[in-house]
DNA sequence: AATGAATGAGTTTTCATTCAT
DNA sequence: TATGAATGAAAACTCATTCAT
């Protein structure tokens, strides 16, 4: 698949002081990150992130403009590294169904990349201040999984009595749930299970979007 | 079905002494629900709910510990609340299809009955404090849904090799980001549409349940 | 001796509802004794006091002005006894040393009478609003101590050259130091603690007073 | 004697930023013996501490973490110094009753070099939460007290039969009750009659330890 | 770039006191 | 008398943000 995905919020090692600015930057991120991770944003303190990050508070305002913008960074960095993988699948031109494989592996996979970044993503999301910012982006998100129901429709593969809005809906929220999960350490989050959540989900939506008449089962 | 199913939060002013002491306690839980649905939990403060409720602050902390101990009361009572009623749908005999539908049904209605407080609901999930009190009663009801599944499963109507934990979070996520949808005014939700919602997501989820014959999608 | 000498504020035991409303009063006031004893004055809450006399605390306000007015009761009260046991000691007429071995008896002794009230006493004295009320109480205390010492110098049995109202802060210091020392656990307590304590200031406060022959330390 | 004795808390004012840190600190705790001395700690608020040193009251926090800390702060402070100073004295070598001597110029003396400061020791004392650590070193002036008496009675000084550490609550009663008068405007506090308390204290206490046989006054 | 002292608006919570019943 | 619901002033403390150095 694609090389980052996520921007690779996950810290490295280096403390020296001969740090180039931008990686001073992300270093804030990162901290931004595990602190919003471990407190949750409003609990965590300015000066909790400039500590995580080794630097003093004052500095953090050189690189951004508020603890708002810093969250907003957040989402805004990785939703755009998600839309752009989603973006990758879109135009690989495989059936719908892989498609949607594809952007569960891209979500689900992330958790496993960066546990951190997934605690902020499920558990920031319906903040009320940036809400307009992200949906922008996690708008994309949907239009593009409702995208690919829609031509799984357009080739026969789903049924086309489905609201392929309702079902990008549907399909995002078992995704969500599963992190979530995941977060809130209700569920098993190995390699295997991973997988299996995958499967599971593709196996479950896709097959319900292939449309197993009523009577199938009967 | 049952009567209430949700506490009735949704309210009208007064200010008169002429109130039971257990009506005004009803009214501030009214009040923070508008409030917070208004403004998300952190963002509001104890004085807007005390005005909402027409009451001053103080009496608040009369019936209340703190700030935190509304939101925990509002889980509880609505939690309690839903999950008497997916116990009357557990115990009603119906195949495991129309039980999930029932659940899908207390839920997603829930919405048009009290949309403040399914607001407060979906946008405070993820809090820290009470997170393990809310948990034991959300846990309750992914594993009512968990035990629905299985029944399906032993019933032949629901394919044997599903994992029933993960397809529970599976379909409560689907229900979810419907409601979040709602929330966050990207989906249309009439009557009409809360319906379609409602089918959708049982077709669609317990379709897949019922198993995709593994050629069925080659 | 006298009978009482301090107001009954030790706590007894009936609870049943037929009290003469003059009982209950007093009540209000051995429970403010207990609760001041225990958490000092400013960090008690009148509904402290009122659930340790076993009543609601709005009736707290049909005996007592306020909460201030009710460690001014204690301290007028107290002194009140306190005084009259003193001017008991003052007529009768005993030598000065023996008047103020009285003294001495009477506030050394009320501590084991009622520890709480002495504990009260003790730590609140140097409170700023009703300051004026006890120091015109307390005042009358030195000024009887000071009358003693000066009725000693007139018989001849204590140094002319003594200021009597600095030799009247000299022996009360000493008093007051001991239940101090008392209320803090600093110094045993026990009867004969208690007495060895009386005789030690009295012999030594009142042998310093006897004079020291300039003579005797060289 | 010893040079500054106690810290020197009585303050200039100004509200430039070309003031160092540490000298910030140490006008914040000034500003704070002037308030208590003035309102009593309880009475005081923050704000008022905040404004007399001229700062904003967030800064009061930067250097401590509490109102209490303050008042631990001044007494820790205080005590300090006068324990230096007592044990300057204590190992002298003179005789203990110079030894006695000098501990009540030391804390009687302390009142004209700053009398707020002893305002606030003296009416603040017996405040529960910091007692223990006040114990601690308050208690060590007993202690030395009391090693100095004892002494007194190795030297043939003062009478063996006397229980030095009950002797050392009367000697320290008697000095602070003098403090107390003058805190209080009970007693004249010019320079001589500063000078006055002292001899007489020494005088009659020592005087009594000396030990003036009961028959002496006969 | 970097620091951290300084600011002050903002918020929860406490609690003495009142008063309708 | 007695209750306890109701009030609201007050106060400590927090913390994002600024800015002199």
Redesign the interface.
């Known amino acids: 698949m694609h090389a980052p995905i996520l921007a690779d919020y996950s810290a490295s090692a280096l403390t020296d002081r001969s740090i180039a600015p931008e990686e001073k930057r992300r270093r804030i991120l990162q901290a931004a990150v595990r602190v919003f991770a471990r407190?949750?944003f409003?609990?965590s303190r300015v000066g909790d992130i400039a500590e995580e990050a080794g630097v003093a508070h004052g500095l953090l305002y050189h690189y951004f403009d508020s603890k708002d913008e810093l969250l907003e960074t957040i989402f805004h960095d990785t939703w755009t590294d998600l839309l752009a993988a989603m973006q990758d699948v879109e135009e690989s031109g495989v059936p719908a169904?892989e498609q949607l494989r594809g952007v569960a592996a891209i979500l689900l996979r992330s958790w496993r990349r960066d546990p951190d970044l997934v605690r902020v993503l499920?558990?920031e999301v319906?903040?009320?201040p940036q809400?307009q910012e992200q949906?922008a982006e996690v708008?994309e998100a949907?239009a593009a999984i409702q995208r690919m129901i829609e031509r799984g429709q357009a080739d026969g593969?789903f049924r086309a009595d489905?609201?392929a809005?309702?079902?990008s809906?549907?399909f995002?929220?078992?995704?969500?749930?599963?992190l979530?999960?995941w977060?809130?350490g209700?569920?098993p989050d190995d390699d295997e299970q991973v997988a299996?959540?995958e499967s599971?989900?593709v196996?479950?939506?896709?097959?319900?979007?292939?449309?197993?008449p009523?009577g199938?089962?009967a």
Chains 1, 2, 3, 4 share one sequence.
């Open positions: 407190k949750g409003h609990t169904r499920v558990r319906a903040r009320s809400l949906l708008g949907f593969d489905l609201d809005r309702l079902a809906f549907v995002y929220g078992a995704l969500e749930e599963i979530t999960g977060v809130l209700q569920l299996l959540a599971t989900i196996d479950v939506i896709c097959g319900g979007f292939a449309g197993v009523a199938a089962a």
